[in-house]
């Protein structure tokens, strides 16, 4: 699934296109695109024609369109989905699910998703920890790149969990954003190994890690994040450079590009997780 920065890269390239724009019409082409929306398709489309879209925000990998009637527009991007923006009368995509036309006349929103996996969603906003936020996400904490985000507090909750590190970098309540691929990246450049338990790290470990995966997604967003194909697209359909920079992830029998020790893959979570054997030694068995 995308992560931080392949959501913000899609965030920042819709708020230069959208924002300030009406909603003419909007065109629902398969329903498991719109099945978080409950109350169904007349609802969704309707409510949509005439409002505004006043801001693209995201909160980790959560994006959403506030509109001008203070609900929003709540957009999941699964394994596949895509926003992209188009000029009228481009040829539809293969998998086009959903397409926004503006009043204006200008280049259309279309949510393409090959997998429907992901979906759109209307839904009122409420405060959640002194922000703004779609409801459905309200219990979805902070990411380490919001200029609230406290990485003491967070690291010190990070601590009092009883559990194995990358299973707190992964868990969205605690800390948003981090996927797979950066959680194995900020634990590669700490030396940590992904199962070292939580209660047995240092202060300044929690925070260094926490640290390590705002700068790794920082900089994985300077060339549009981590594109292993061509489902990871920014609007306009352009895949992201970072593959070419991981230390860690993907990068199963390669040399560390620290001590040269091959990197290796272990199973974790129906997923997998890569680290270097020697620089991220497995932690010592609890007696």
Not at 80 to 98: C, N
Not at 186 to 196: C, D, Q
């Amino acid at each position: 699934m995308p992560e931080l920065p392949e959501v913000e890269v899609v965030r920042s390239g819709l708020e230069a296109h959208v924002v300030g724009r009406t909603v003419a019409s909007v065109e629902v082409l398969h329903p498991r695109a719109i099945r978080r929306h409950v109350p169904g398709e007349a609802d969704f489309t309707g409510r949509l024609i005439g409002a505004e879209i006043t801001a693209v925000r995201r909160r980790g990998k959560y994006l959403w369109l506030d509109l001008s009637d203070g609900t929003a527009v709540l957009a999941h991007l699964g394994m596949s989905g895509q926003l992209l923006v188009q000029p009228p009368g481009t040829a539809d995509e293969r998998h086009l699910r959903v397409r926004f036309r503006f009043a204006d006349g200008g280049p259309e929103l279309r949510f393409v998703d090959q997998r429907t996996f992901g979906g759109l969603s209307l839904w009122e906003v409420v405060e959640a920890d002194g922000s703004v936020v779609p409801s459905a996400i309200a219990h979805i904490a902070r990411d380490p790149m919001d200029p609230l985000f406290d990485v003491v507090a967070v690291s010190r909750a990070l601590r009092s969990r009883r559990t194995e590190v990358k299973r707190a970098l992964l868990d969205q309540t605690l800390v948003s954003g981090i996927g797979n691929i950066y959680a194995d990246e900020a634990l590669w450049r700490v030396g940590l190994h992904w199962s070292r338990p939580t209660d047995r790290l240092t202060a300044a470990q929690a925070r260094g890690v926490l640290t390590a995966a705002a700068d790794v997604m920082a900089e994985a967003l300077l060339v549009g994040g981590t594109s292993f194909d061509a489902l990871y697209v920014n609007v306009n359909g352009e895949s992201g450079y970072f593959v070419r920079s991981l230390d860690a992830y993907g990068r199963e029998g390669e040399p560390c590009r620290r001590c040269g020790t091959p990197i290796i893959r272990e199973p974790f979570m129906n997923r997998s997780s890569f680290s270097c054997p020697r620089c991220q030694p497995r932690p010592r068995t609890r007696r």
